[in-house]
């Protein structure tokens, strides 16, 4: 069961906010019961590899407090529970991929390969994997207490509005929340306006710019042209922020409405004048666990250039493994560790000194050109593409732009650009420096006048979201490798 979906829409959430706010003080129960059967609708048996790693993760963070006092915490049980969680991890997503590597050294040294079966992926792993880890490791740290309710942390683990697409929630961020909150109107006002809002993100961008780039890179290679290839490229960067992002908001809204407070996970990443500044602003809560739980650990750049060169390289082969088992992905976490070490050396601080428009011009090139090798099935696609795109390749195909752009796609590919840069808040700053110069009763009416405006846009989108979710349009999930 996805957000974007009529099920989760009218029926699903619906009766759990029904049900959750009659609970009283049985709430808790009564949300964790709902996002394990949102967790098993789709997943079905895999449930009980998520059970399985609530009752790990609650039993070694009260052991490894158990017998030893604050100061001193079990390292020993820390370190077999963070084995735990990345071996349950690394089988589901990672074996398949092992063993297909492996099977080709086999093959070349005439020795029998491995046989193993399809394994299935449970969906949102990844994500609920890093929430326990970051968990056991504060409270090995002592920034957070050993939860002593088992029902408490498989909330924690398990809660659906972030389950199965992010963002990344630190248990100290709810830990307040998940003992005691309550939701009033505004929160919950609030809460269904920023979902809406990710909803619409996700139908009215993110969709209908998927259906084009999944046409283009569908595409034979020698039916591309580089004007073609680069409108693949450009729909398919706008349509995994919109994904992305829409996602994320719809997960902070729904949270508000059930009384949590999730931090942002994106913040206009596409006007980042620098790579570094691209993941302080893309998937902020993944970037920051990096940081936090591996980067840091590592020695961060305490140690030396070379030193924070080898980590940067280490933590965006591991993010991008990630992200998903596959070459092109390790080559795309690589990719963006080199800029990363690039910008840290004399060439980077000559960058820095461009004129800014072509600063941000090239951060944005090499971005697109990421996002082409994340997107592609292989390594040798990703690189036939490239060389379309940049005229590095002989083009054979005759397919012509026209035959793939109307007014549709350029209305959305408009509406898509103008809203990846900061036009809201700009609207917002401006609104509050006219409320500011207004009296008392001239404010009033037009703080009343931008309401009505602001809700009417709401029920406009949130209209032509719905009917197109119940007309069947296209509707990818694009987070079934992470």
Known sequence: MVFSSITFLFFFLPAVLAITFCSGKWKNPALLLASLLFYAWGEGIYLLVMIGSIVMNFTCGRLMRRGTSSENPSRTVLLLAIIGNFALLGFFKYANFIAENLNTLLVQVHLPSIEL?????????????????????????????AQTSLIRLGLYISLFPQLIAGPIVRYHD?????????????????????????????????????????????????DLTSPLAWLGAICYTLQIYYDFSGYSDMAIGLGRMFGFRFLENFNYPYISGSIREFWRRWHISLSSWFRDYLYIPLGGSRRGKLRT????????????????A????VCWGLYH??????????????LDLLWRPLRYSLTLCIIVVGWVIFRSDSIG??????????????????????????QKLIFELTMAVIFAVPVLPALRKLHDRLIGRCSTSTAFSLEAFLAIGRLSVLAVLSYFSAISLAAGVYNPFIYFRF
């Open 117 to 145: 079966g399809a394994v299935h992926l449970p969906i949102g792993i990844s994500f609920f994997t890093f929430q326990a880890v970051s968990y056991l490791i504060d409270v090995y740290r002592g920034k957070v207490q």
């Open 174 to 222: 709810i830990a307040t929340s998940l003992a005691k909150r309550k939701v009033d109107m505004a929160d919950f006002s609030a809460g269904v306006q920023r979902f809406l809002l990710g909803l619409s993100k996700k139908v009215l961008l993110a969709n209908p710019l998927a259906f084009t780039a999944d046409k283009i890179f569908a595409l034979p290679q020698s």
């Open 309 to 324: 060169y080898l980590n940067l390289l280490i933590v965006f082969l591991l993010c991008g493994l990630w992200h998903g």
């Open 326 to 329: 596959s070459w092109t992905f």
């Open 337 to 350: 560790g080199f800029f990363l070490v690039i910008e840290r050396t004399r060439l980077g601080s000559a």
């Open 381 to 406: 696609f990703a690189f036939s593409y490239l060389g379309i795109m940049f005229g590095a390749a002989e083009e054979t195909g005759r397919l012509s732009l026209s035959m793939y752009t109307n």
